[in-house]
């Protein structure tokens, strides 16, 4: 079992930014592959990011590159996303994510059901 719990969210105006957290306890993270995604009132959860946490590789949904990076300390058992130049349609709940697929390309781990264990989500609001 892992237990996830994000943090960071808030209202910003856009071109702000903000750094989420996601806080994993319960199992080394070195086992999963960890991602975020968001959901947007009125609309299906999304891809934003991943990171597979042994090699730090990444990969990122196409709307958001060069906006937002994903990291990860290990020391800390804790995963980031840094988001910048943000825009009111970044608005929604963010969800860290963790998936045990490790033999899968993480460019293949964008959809919901490839994730095992999930954190409560933190809220973005984004003003224009």
């Known amino acids: 079992q892992v237990q996830l719990v994000e943090s960071g969210g808030g209202l910003v105006q856009a071109g702000a930014s903000l750094r989420l957290s996601c806080a994993a306890s319960?199992?080394?993270?070195?086992?999963?592959?960890m991602g975020w995604f968001r959901q947007a009132p009125g609309k299906e959860r999304e891809f934003v990011a991943v990171?597979?946490?042994?090699?730090?590789?990444?990969y990122y949904e196409d709307s958001i590159k060069g906006r937002f990076t994903i990291s990860r300390d290990t020391a800390n058992n804790t995963n980031y996303l840094q988001m910048n130049s943000l825009k009111p349609e970044d608005t929604a709940v963010y969800y860290c994510?963790?998936?045990?697929?490790?033999?899968?390309?993480?460019?293949?781990?964008?959809?919901?059901?490839?994730?095992?264990?999930w954190g409560q989500g933190t809220q973005v609001t984004v003003s224009s």
């Open positions: 994510a963790a998936s045990n697929r490790l033999r899968v390309d993480i460019s293949r781990l964008i959809n919901d059901y490839d994730y095992d264990y």
């Open positions: 319960g199992r080394t993270l070195s086992a999963f592959v």
């Open positions: 990171i597979r946490w042994t090699t730090g590789n990444v």
